[in-house]
């Protein structure tokens, strides 16, 4: 398949009053022409900052710094390089991004036809007449009903779910390459959670559009990704396709992700899974594993040094001491296993 997107070694830091932030730390990934790649992790581990860093969207050069050595690279093109007018013309016809609140996302004073014809009067020079029959028909595509009428309402009269889908309108509007999805279905409902993600992969089929999918849940994905990478204090810890993430996982914070996930067959009064401890200061990260702290499976090189990247297949990849062939063996954890769903 053939790249859309190469990122090498990117780290980004935040200068504070506290010290520097290390919130990524050495990354290195890509994303081919129309798939779906899910960055999944728990809150901190900079999922966030890694996409809102593709788009150059981040304070830059103070409080937020992308190191030099970072390359991020969209149909061969260097995004670090690109000055203000390239970022513009980049940002929303190349690569939009559906933001995780739609809420604060959206203009409360803009109609929502009027937020989403900006972006076309500016990408695709169109009049404003054109733009708006043009937002109309991109409300109706994301299943907003009476889209004609919706289009002259503000952010204030639609529910969240709604809200959710004028973001999508507005992100896809310009037939972008890339979509970047933080978070879409935050803070909705399951049935709405469900319909936003069917709705992302059926635009995707229509538009060939490739999707990066940023998530700290786990069953988002499962059947929409076709590669998952798993990060954890600002680094890439384990990465596969989906059949390997779920079925196989390699990793202890991949198989405790798993395990926090509520089962069908969960009884009544089963206690529910739940990872102890906390993630390291990434002011001063620690000098081995950074899950070594929380980590059940912990030895004394886990503290020492960072793990090597080991290659369980051609597409599955894991950063775990446990991996060396001079490690003990290990009793794996129940994780779900193929046919019991």
């Known amino acids: 398949m053939e790249k ?24 290195s990934f890509h994303l081919n022409k129309g798939e779906t790649l899910a960055v999944v992790g728990e809150s901190g581990c900079g999922k966030t900052v890694t996409a809102k860093a593709i788009m150059r969207l981040l304070p830059e050069p103070m409080p937020a710094e992308i190191k030099e050595g970072s390359k991020i690279e969209f149909d061969g093109n260097s995004v670090l390089d690109m000055d203000e007018k390239d970022l513009r013309e980049l940002r929303g016809a190349d690569i939009s991004m559906i933001f995780q609140d739609p809420m604060t996302s959206l203009n409360p004073t803009m109609t929502i036809g009027k937020q989403i014809s900006e972006s076309l009067i500016i990408h695709r020079g169109m009049s404003k007449d054109e733009a708006m029959k043009e937002a109309i028909k991109m409300l109706d595509l994301v ?20 809200r959710q ?40 089929e229509k538009l060939g559009t490739a999707v990066i999918l940023v998530t700290h849940d786990l069953g988002v994905v499962a059947d929409v990704a076709d590669r998952i990478q798993v990060m954890y204090a600002g680094q890439i810890i384990e990465r596969g396709n989906v059949d390997e993430i779920f079925y196989n996982p390699q990793h202890p ?89």
């Open 165 to 204: 889908r004028a973001m999508i309108a507005i992100a896809l509007a310009c037939n972008p390459k890339i979509l970047i999805a933080d978070e879409p279905t935050t803070a909705l409902d399951v049935t709405i959670q469900a319909q936003i993600m069917d709705l992302i992969g059926d635009l995707q």
């Open 253 to 341: 914070y991949t198989w405790a992700l798993l395990q926090s996930v509520p089962r069908l067959d969960t009884k009544n009064k089963d206690v529910l899974y739940a990872l102890n401890g906390t993630p390291p200061d990434l002011i001063k990260p620690p000098v081995g594993c950074p899950f070594a702290a929380r980590c059940e499976y912990c030895m004394g090189i886990c503290r020492e040094a960072m793990p090597e990247v080991t290659v369980v297949s051609d597409t599955h990849e894991v950063s775990c001491w446990l991996k060396h062939s001079m490690a003990p063996e290990i009793e794996v954890p129940k994780v779900l296993k193929r046919g019991e769903e």
């Open 4 to 27: 859309i997107l190469d990122i090498k070694d990117l780290r980004v830091s935040f200068h504070t009053y506290a010290g520097e932030v290390q919130s990524v730390r050495g990354i």
């Open 143 to 162: 299943n907003i009903p009476n889209a004609d009428k919706r289009a002259y309402q503000y952010p204030h009269e639609f529910s969240g779910g709604m």
